[in-house]
């Protein structure tokens, strides 16, 4: 496991088109590559599924641990872990400053996808 770089970090600040791909049951097989919003807070990168702990790629990223993120044409192997408590405020702080402009930031820092925010680690 390494940290992202401040390259890396950089693109995942000035996209909105970000893709993760947890693997699948199979351990080999990445899912369906969907959109999200990702957010740096200091030297790491969270994620959070709009609808909760109930999503699809949610429950295989942390039940499998694994798969791709990508971000401006570059696709990454990462590794998820559920966010310790102690950093939610920090991520709900990063994802109203960069989406501070969408309606959607108000649902995003809301009580469901909180609780399912994701640190992801480049592998």
Known sequence: MSDWNRHDLDAFISSEDVY????????VTHGTPTRIWAVVVGNALYVRPASGP???????????G?????????????????ASADVLDAIDSAYQASFDDTS???HMIGAGPRSASVRVTKV
């Open 20 to 27: 993760i791909s947890p693997l699948r049951s199979d351990g």
């Open 54 to 64: 109930t999503s699809r790629w949610y429950i295989a990223a942390i039940k499998r």
């Open 66 to 82: 694994a798969g791709r993120i990508s971000v401006a044409g570059h696709t990454h192997n990462v590794t998820f872990h559920q």
């Open 104 to 106: 959607s930031v108000t």
